[in-house]
C-alpha cells in the first residue's frame, strides 16, 4: 500500500470538491429543526363531522375507525374538545331524518344542519363553523342536484344549492363550502348570500373536485353513495390538472374566498400548481379513503400509523396547503402539543 488515504477521497474533502456535504445539517434534531421548511400546527386543520338527528348517538363510521356520526348533543361536546385542542374550525356534514328528489331538508330552516350549527355556535362561538353545500346527503337517489330523465342538472340545482347556503348563513355559519362542483355556484352563492346582507360571510369552494375513488368510506359516514350513475359528469376527471387551474380560476373570479383541492394525496401536484398560480389561501381535503387505509395498515401494523400520518399531513403541507380538511385533526394536534 502506497498512499493510506484514496486520492479520490482526498479531493472531495477539499474547498474545490464537486459533491456537497448535505448530511452536515442533519446530524443532529437540532439542526434539523433548524432548517425545517414546513412546520405543522393545529391551526392549520379542519375536522370534518357528521351530524345525525337525535339524541345521545355517537355511531362509529365502520369503514373510518375513529369518525363518528353523532347527534347535536354529542357534537357540542366534540367541539369544545376540538376548541381545546387548538384546532380552529370544523366542516359539518348533515344526515337528514329523511330524503326526498330535490333534498328538501337541506335548506330547510330547521333542517339538521342549520340546527347544529345553532347550538354549536351557542356552546362554543369563537370555533369557527363552515358548512359543506350540496344537496347529495338530502336526496333519495344521492345525487348532488336535480335529476331530470337521468341528467344531473346545473342551474336548477344551483338554485337550491343558494337555498341552502343561506339558510346556513341565517343559522350562523363562520363560511359556506359548496362541494358540489356544478358551473355557476359560487357566484350564485355570492350574490344570495350578498342579497341578503351576508357580505362578510366567506365562501370556500371546493374549487378542484376529482371524481375519486378515495370518497368511497366518506358514502359510508355521509350515507351519500349514488343509487345509480356516478358523479363523472360533474366532477374532475383525475388525468387532468391544467383543468383544474381552469376551475380554480373560474371560482376566484366567481367569488370565492378559499379555493380547495380535493382528494389531498394523489393531487399533490395540483395543490402546488394553484398556490403557486394565484396565491390564494388554498384548502386541501385529505379525505377518508386517505384516512382509511392509514389506519388500516397502522391496525394491521404494517406501518407506524402516526409517523405516517405526520408525513402525510406535512407533505400537504409542504406541497402548499395553506388549511387541511382531515379526519386525523384531533390526533395529529394531540401529538403537535
Ligand atoms: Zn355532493
Not at 387551474?245 to 370565492?256: F, K, P, T
Request: net charge negative.
Amino acid at each position: 500500500m502506497r498512499n493510506e488515504k484514496s486520492p479520490a477521497l482526498d479531493t472531495h474533502e477539499t474547498s474545490t470538491a464537486k459533491f456537497k456535504r448535505l448530511r452536515r445539517l442533519r446530524m443532529t434534531e437540532s439542526l434539523r429543526s433548524m432548517v425545517r421548511e414546513t412546520e405543522l400546527s393545529a391551526k392549520d386543520f379542519i375536522y370534518p363531522l357528521f351530524v345525525v338527528p337525535g339524541s345521545g348517538i355517537r355511531k362509529e363510521v365502520s369503514s373510518m375507525p375513529g369518525v363518528y356520526q353523532q347527534s347535536i348533543d354529542e357534537i357540542r361536546r366534540e367541539c369544545i374538545d376540538v376548541k381545546t385542542l387548538g384546532i380552529p374550525a370544523i366542516i359539518l356534514f348533515g344526515i337528514p331524518e329523511h330524503k326526498d328528489e330535490v333534498g328538501s331538508e337541506a335548506y330547510a330552516e330547521n333542517g339538521i344542519v342549520q340546527t347544529a350549527i345553532r347550538a354549536i355556535k351557542k356552546e362554543v362561538p369563537e370555533l369557527v363553523v363552515i358548512t359543506d353545500v350540496c344537496l347529495c346527503e338530502y336526496t333519495s337517489h344521492g345525487h348532488c342536484g336535480i335529476v331530470r330523465n337521468g341528467e344531473i342538472v346545473n342551474d336548477e340545482s344551483i338554485e337550491l344549492l343558494t337555498k341552502e347556503a343561506l339558510t346556513h348563513a341565517q343559522a350562523g355559519a363562520d363560511m359556506v363550502a359548496p362541494s358540489d362542483m356544478f358551473d355557476g355556484r359560487v357566484q350564485a352563492i355570492r350574490g344570495v348570500l350578498d342579497q341578503n346582507g351576508f357580505h362578510h360571510l366567506p365562501i370556500m369552494s371546493y374549487a378542484a373536485k376529482y371524481a375519486s375513488g378515495f370518497y368511497g368510506p366518506f358514502r359510508d359516514a355521509a350515507e351519500s353513495t349514488p343509487k345509480f350513475g356516478d358523479r363523472r359528469s360533474h366532477q374532475m376527471d383525475p388525468a387532468n390538472s391544467d383543468e383544474a387551474l381552469r376551475e380554480v380560476e373560474q371560482d376566484i373570479l366567481e367569488g370565492a374566498d378559499i379555493v380547495m383541492v380535493k382528494p389531498a394525496l394523489s393531487y399533490l401536484d395540483v395543490i402546488r400548481q394553484v398556490k403557486d398560480r394565484f396565491n390564494m389561501t388554498t384548502a386541501a381535503y385529505n379525505v377518508s379513503g386517505e384516512y382509511s387505509m392509514i389506519k388500516a395498515a397502522g391496525r394491521n401494523g404494517w406501518i407506524d400509523e402516526p409517523r405516517v400520518m405526520m408525513e402525510v399531513l406535512t407533505s400537504i403541507k409542504r406541497a402548499g396547503a395553506d388549511l387541511i380538511l382531515t379526519y386525523f385533526a384531533k390526533e395529529a394536534a394531540k401529538l403537535l402539543r
